[in-house]
């Protein structure tokens, strides 16, 4: 009995509904004793539905079955810049921390090309995080040309009630359409600390760009979600 | 020196740009003999590496840093039920194969709910996967309840130009409106096989749902992406 055989009995089980989100599966002393394989090899079947995302590790209590109940990140109905409205948070409602802004910055060539910055233009960076609890679940920093945010609360620690967006609005730059690209990958090492991401995890990376009614690319933000944690949504017509 | 030490140089080799997109990173060989250390470590060092989806192996020829040359799925501009229009595909387009069809199925729950069926309505199973060459890219399975494919040609093989959108409009039923919820996870083993999916690559799983200007929900759509060949673009109002 290999390690890949008894992850493929594991696996199956998981589908049939032997053992449900939640449910705590076979130790390895179990699984040495089922299937006469050393410790190693039961460690490693184990580690291979972890790999896969299929399974969670709780020290001290054992292996369970992953429950995906993920919270809805709906766009349409965004009322703040990162697209996550407290209303739609299940439960406890998401604590959001500004970590930092910064005034003046020299932008990558991702967020010039998004802003369509001249060379030598800054911008205004706000990096926020969503935590439950005290696990963060979206990581979002959002960047705004200097020409426009230098003088307001954007470039403040606090930019006020509505945030980001409703001080656009006040001086005539109010995002009226978006674009949002959404990309799945492994998360860095540096996500993966941040977040506290469960192996076996991806990322959602979306780049969200706000234009207002004159086709300017107002703020460009970079969303990094755990894709453990939530689904998006979008509502669109043909 | 540990594994998890020289993946982290190599990391940072690759983020500075030391290694760019497509480049050979050092052999086992050159890596034991730069610190010192037996194969079995600069072998796991990599292994770390090709997990995280920073590196893809090519059989007899080596390790590379991995490019990320997405297509665009353009959500807004489907004229395809994957939304995957032809005309976006740069250079060769993409082959649309139809898998099965299949009629007066049993729908899962999750099918059952979104077309919003009552016990025993049953529905027409439309298998499609996309390929680049012989690379296949997406998989897509749509559900059309059977009260409204019956007797069209949603429920023969070929559903004729414009596919289940073209025939649902000729009966009273274009899709006027789409929900799209995105999910990003790990693939299963059979998406890993069905789509070639390399290591360290989750899948995007889209379930796209269309509805006709009566708000019926005329069609629900299974859609997995390998997340290492695509960027999912939505385009909305606030």
């Given at each position: 009995m290999t390690a890949a055989s008894i992850a493929a009995d594991l696996r199956a089980a998981i589908r049939s509904g032997t053992?449900?989100?939640?449910d705590r599966l076979p130790s390895e002393a179990a699984l040495m004793s089922t299937y006469g394989v050393a410790r190693m090899t039961a460690r490693h079947g184990l580690a291979m539905l972890k790999d896969e995302g299929l399974t969670v590790t709780r020290h001290g209590s054992g292996v369970f079955v992953r429950a995906f109940e993920p919270m809805v990140r709906d766009s349409g109905a965004h009322t703040a810049p990162d697209g996550?409205?407290?209303?739609?948070?299940?439960?406890a409602g998401l604590t959001v921390q500004t970590m930092t802004v910064a005034s003046d910055v020299a932008p990558d060539d991702a967020v010039r090309a998004a802003l369509r910055l001249a060379d030598g233009e800054t911008v205004t960076v706000r990096e926020r995080r969503h935590l439950r609890g005290r696990k963060p679940l979206l990581l979002a920093t959002s960047y705004v040309p200097t020409s426009i945010?230098?003088?307001?609360?954007?470039?403040?620690e606090d930019a006020g009630i509505g945030g980001t967006h409703a001080r656009l609005a006040e001086i005539?730059?109010?995002?009226v359409r978006f674009r949002e690209e959404v990309v799945g990958r492994m998360p860095t090492i540096e996500e993966v600390r941040a977040m506290y991401i469960e192996p076996g995890t991806p990322v959602l990376a979306v780049t969200r760009t706000a234009f207002d009614a004159a086709g300017t690319a107002v703020e460009v933000s970079e969303i990094t979600l755990d894709a453990g944690e939530f689904v998006v949504r979008y509502d669109f017509e043909a």
């Open positions: 053992y449900h989100p939640g996550v409205p407290a209303a739609e948070t299940p439960g945010a230098a003088g307001t609360p954007i470039a403040e005539g730059h109010a995002p």
